[in-house]
């Protein structure tokens, strides 16, 4: 059986979630007796596909450039289609969402469903945003849809209204990061801290998290809340701050590599997570797999990742999430609990499992 990836994400994501996860599920079935599988990206900005097998890598890395990234992504998208057709696959696995399939092999066609977020929270994206409305085009044709949660296929049924037989649920992977001995002493000081980590801003709730904080004069006469990535603090974040008498050296910023990454969770007293909603949700997993105990929202998806092994509280109520910090913080028999518990249950979510799994549906589908 021969699988084909089509390009789309490989020309828009240099790094990110859905083309690490595209790349995972290729170099999982590559090894697979009798599956050959290939990602058609003739023209991508992806490091992902830099560092992969070249065997199933069709394409060439071209540097993104200023003004250059519609360009890419055209010409990309051209040329997918030819490319693939002289490949004659068994199956076309769609990458993201397309009105219209890049390739047009007559062959089925599936493509993965990631989140809802665009339909849930469409505030917390600007005017013309055409995500949702090519998502809609691209599930109304899809032969089968992978949802990568329970709660992301409810959700696509109940705005969609499609046929439950033509989805299924297949539960992400995710990557050990790399511990180098790292210290996170050395990137934010000795003191006591919680860590929240990725993007900061609308129903990421960010800001819900500043207002428990800054709420609770235990936390901030004993920790620290160390935010990794998604950029510099806001100027509307540093105002928050200033209205909740949050200082810079209260509430820190921290970029760079997974190497860091890895570091502060494996220092950090606890892992905030107060996403209001999520397709998924890969960093309590990165948490729990380093010995950090992972306090989070009860919403959306987060419990069928967390399961047992996190301290939930309701994401809308700043006064519940600063309760259930201050409940794990002043409780190292919790803590420990929540260690134990979150080293088996990161356990149950592979790479392999998921290439398992999505290779049944394949193999069902071309049969």
């Given at each position: ?143 089968h849809i992978f949802c990568i949660s ?121 892992f905030v997570y107060p996403s209001k ?91």
């Open positions: 059986m021969k699988v084909i990836y089509d390009s789309q994400i490989f020309a828009q994501q240099e790094f990110g979630g859905i083309s690490r996860y595209i790349c995972a599920l290729a170099s999982q079935m590559s090894h697979v007796p009798g599956v050959e599988v290939k990602i058609v990206a003739p023209l991508h900005i992806n490091q992902y596909l830099r560092d992969a097998d070249s065997d199933i890598v069709r394409g060439v890395y071209v540097r993104r450039l200023p003004k250059t990234a519609r360009i890419i992504k055209a010409m990309s998208a051209a040329l997918c289609g030819p490319v693939s057709g002289m490949m004659h696959p068994d199956l076309v696995h769609e990458t993201y969402y397309a009105e219209q399939p890049l390739c047009r092999s007559n062959v089925p066609h599936v493509l993965t469903v990631y989140d809802m977020i665009e339909e849930r929270f469409p505030e917390s994206f600007g005017a013309g945003y055409p995500v949702a409305q090519l998502k809609k085009s691209a599930v109304n044709r899809a032969d329970e709660n992301t296929r409810r959700d696509l049924l109940e705005i969609h209204h499609l046929p439950e037989a033509r989805m299924s649920v297949t539960y992400l992977g995710y990557d050990a990061l790399p511990q180098t001995g790292l210290q996170a002493q050395a990137l934010v000081g000795a003191a006591p801290y919680i860590l929240h980590v990725a993007g900061r801003r609308g129903y990421k709730n960010f800001d819900g998290l500043l207002r428990a904080f800054g709420a609770s004069p235990w936390l901030k006469a004993n920790f620290r809340l160390v935010c990794f990535g998604a950029g510099a603090l806001s100027p509307d974040e540093l105002d928050l701050m200033a209205g909740l008498g949050l200082s810079a050296a209260q509430v820190i910023h921290v970029g760079g590599g997974d190497d860091r990454l890895a570091a502060l969770y494996k220092g950090a007293a606890a909603y999520e397709g998924f949700g890969i960093p309590p997993l990165e948490a729990m797999s380093l010995d950090c105990p992972v306090i989070c929202s009860n919403t959306s998806s987060i419990p069928e990742v967390v399961g047992d092994a996190g301290e939930y509280f309701d994401p809308y109520d700043p006064d519940s999430i600063r309760v259930s910090i201050e409940r794990v913080l002043q409780s190292s028999a919790r803590r420990a609990e929540l260690v134990s518990l979150g080293r088996e249950r990161c356990q149950r979510f592979s790479w392999e499992r998921c290439a398992q799994e999505t290779l049944a549906v394949y193999r069902r589908l071309a049969a």
